[in-house]
């Protein structure tokens, strides 16, 4: 039985019931077919992902649908593609829009349906279009005025099923690679690059631009802390760490859950996970 710590950046979580990978659209809907009604997860680079220690009683589809057509100002691409790459490559052929990408060890899919963000851009300002498999493998395409999307919000949050493929418009830009190459180096030097994480836990408190999660989880002292092999990263204070690739899943509810009591006991301000807690079962 294979283990999802396996498959997550985390190195966190105990066994799926079952794991399969979807090569093609047709894989992926017949694997959806073949599943419904039981219980499944489409994944992408478990870059966001905290499994249970328990693990998962239902099948995991790893999402390895990775086509890119030719670079151009409209990029269709799989959603098992990297974002990361797919950043870097616009940014280098002279298109903005996706430069933020570079830096986020996600998939396509994932980086939509997370709306995954930074540097003042996020993966629904270009979108197009979306290709999306619904739980019974029938494929729709939604266009973005179709959808919502919001600060790490996406309408997908709410529907079963899996983005297979999206579209991308993108403009010209001869200073993308350049100002993407600031990206990336602001990242690795104020990010615990490196270190198994699942990026940062929290959201920001909304509407209160003065309060990163960062900076509050700072001052109420907690940089460093830590419970088992989980710990408080000393570069970022709004990531967790598995340095050792020890931690559990218990250990870091449990550290989730005194930060957010200090913090509150510090700032009064609740904050809330950005993360996606996968449970054994719901
Ligand atoms: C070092 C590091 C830096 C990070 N930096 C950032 C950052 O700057 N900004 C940011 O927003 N995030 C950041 N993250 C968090 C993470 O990369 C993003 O949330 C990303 O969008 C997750 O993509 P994924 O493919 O890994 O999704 P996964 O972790 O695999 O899945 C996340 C959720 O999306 C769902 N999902 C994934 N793919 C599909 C699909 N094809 N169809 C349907 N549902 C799907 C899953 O079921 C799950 O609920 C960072 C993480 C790390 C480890």
């Given at each position: 039985m294979r283990l999802l710590k396996e498959i997550s950046t985390f190195k966190i979580g105990g066994p799926?019931?079952?794991?399969?990978?979807?090569?093609?659209?047709?894989?992926?809907?017949?694997l959806l077919k073949e599943v419904y009604p039981r219980r499944m997860l489409v994944i992408g680079k478990g870059s966001n992902c905290l499994f249970s220690?328990?693990?998962?009683?239902?099948l995991v589809i790893l999402n390895k649908i990775d086509f890119i057509s030719s670079i151009k100002p409209i990029i269709t691409v799989g959603a098992g593609f990297s974002f990361a790459l797919l950043g870097s490559r616009t940014a280098r052929a002279g298109f903005t829009g996706l430069e933020f990408a570079a830096g986020i060890?996600?998939?396509?899919?994932?980086?939509?349906?997370?709306n995954a963000g930074a540097n003042g851009q996020e993966a629904a300002d270009t979108l197009i279009s979306v290709d999306f498999l619904n739980e019974k493998g029938e494929l729709f395409t939604f266009l973005k005025k179709d959808l919502d999307f919001?600060?790490?919000?996406?309408?997908?949050?709410?529907?079963?099923?899996?983005i297979v493929s999206a579209t991308f418009g993108l403009t010209k830009d001869?200073?993308?690679?350049?100002?993407?190459?600031?990206?990336?180096?602001?990242?690795?030097?104020?990010?615990?690059?490196?270190e198994p994480s699942i990026g940062c836990v929290f959201r920001n408190p909304?509407?209160?631009?003065?309060?990163?999660?960062?900076?509050?989880?700072?001052?109420?002292?907690?940089?460093?802390?830590a419970i088992g092999g989980a710990k408080v990263s000393e570069k970022h204070a709004n990531f967790i760490i598995n340095p050792k690739g020890l931690a559990t899943a218990s250990?870091?509810?449990?550290?989730?859950?005194?930060?957010?009591?200090?913090?509150?006991?510090?700032?009064?301000?609740?904050?809330?996970?950005?993360?996606?807690?996968?449970?054994?079962?719901?």
């Open positions: 799926a019931l079952s794991i399969a990978e979807a090569k093609t659209v047709a894989e992926m809907s017949s220690d328990q693990g998962f009683n239902g060890p996600a998939s396509v899919g994932g980086g939509i349906f997370m919001s600060y790490r919000y996406s309408s997908f949050q709410g529907m079963k099923g899996a001869p200073l993308a690679r350049e100002k993407q190459l600031k990206i990336i180096d602001y990242r690795q030097r104020t990010q615990p690059y490196g909304i509407g209160d631009c003065c309060h990163s999660a960062a900076a509050l989880i700072d001052q109420a002292g907690l940089k460093e802390v250990d870091v509810e449990a550290l989730i859950k005194i930060i957010k009591e200090k913090v509150f006991a510090h700032a009064g301000i609740l904050l809330e996970e950005e993360i996606r807690k996968i449970a054994f079962e719901s």
